[in-house]
């Protein structure tokens, strides 16, 4: 028996792998991958305008999201045609709610608030021009806000298991 199982540091490694939160992170960064190349596929094969790309992309990985979570992440147990609809409808409303929250972080950060000294660090290391890096912090900022949110809106109202 190694150091690590007699320690039971390896049942926490196991435990950690397999929770919950490890799952939505990891469906999450497959989410952002079927975001980014429906965006893609839609801007550069097909010659659509981004910002059509980008809501035909949200299309996408709201539904790919939609389904990982229901079955991977949260274990959801309704069957029901009407309660399948309810949560679908609940996961989508979330989802729009925190597309406006991320609307709005970015509009803050990037037309409202002032340059902030990692922003210049950020356009150095990048060689892009300040207000480039200033919308990539912003989007970063936004996203970890927007992911905390819509895992808790996820835990707390649309796969909130029944009392068992």
């Known amino acids: 028996m190694s150091r690590l199982e007699k ?22 960064v497959c989410t952002t991958v079927v975001n980014i190349a429906v965006f893609q596929l839609c801007c550069s094969a097909m010659g659509i305008h981004a910002l059509i790309s980008n809501i035909i992309a949200w299309i996408f990985a709201v539904a790919f999201a939609y389904v990982t979570n229901r079955i991977f992440v949260f274990h959801s147990r309704e069957n029901s045609p009407v309660g399948i609809a309810r949560e ?14 991320d609307e709005l972080i970015i509009w803050l950060m990037v037309s409202v608030m ?7 660090l950020l356009a150095d290391f990048l060689g892009c021009p300040l207000k480039d890096a200033k919308s990539l912090f912003a989007k970063v900022c936004s996203n970890v806000v927007v992911v905390i949110m819509n895992y808790v809106l996820s835990k707390m109202i649309i796969f909130k298991k029944g009392e068992e």
Do not use: P
Not at 9 to 24: D, G, L, P, R
Not at 114 to 120: S, V
């Open 7 to 28: 320690s039971g540091v390896w049942n926490k490694i196991i435990k950690i792998a397999t929770s919950e939160v490890f799952s939505y992170l990891f469906f999450g």
């Open 88 to 101: 679908a409808g609940s996961f989508v409303g979330a989802r729009l709610f925190s597309l406006l929250v």
């Open 114 to 120: 002032g340059y902030i000294a990692i922003e210049r």
